[in-house]
């Protein structure tokens, strides 16, 4: 095993704990106010706002953990299996800023 390898597994880990742990703290703790962008005043359901929030991130984190493992039984794919957690990210990300829309105040035309 390489050492790089290893440090890129280690981090892909760490950063896949620190999802679930913010997701665990929006979705469990209804700390919504830690996500981007957050105006109670334009939230029209805080709770389904905060399962949605949280439930995602808790799950980029899970597959975040499992591509690290990954990393670990296949270091010689390393790349592809970056592009993958890279690509698993970015599609996250969008999936919660379109479906957080949702718990927003429609506003009238």
Avoid: W
């Amino acid at each position: 095993m390489h050492k790089s390898t290893l440090i890129l597994e280690l981090v892909v880990i760490a950063s896949g704990s620190l999802l679930i742990f913010l997701g665990y703290l929006i979705k469990y703790k209804k700390k919504v106010n830690m996500l981007s962008g957050y105006d109670e005043t334009l939230v029209q359901d805080k709770d389904g706002l905060a399962n949605f929030a949280g439930a995602s991130l808790i799950i980029l984190g899970l597959i975040s953990i499992l591509l690290g493992l990954v990393i670990y039984f296949f270091p010689t794919h390393y790349v592809l299996i970056m592009n993958i957690f890279t690509a698993t990210i970015i599609i996250g990300c969008i999936i919660m800023v379109l479906g957080s829309k949702r718990y927003q105040i429609k506003k009238n035309p």
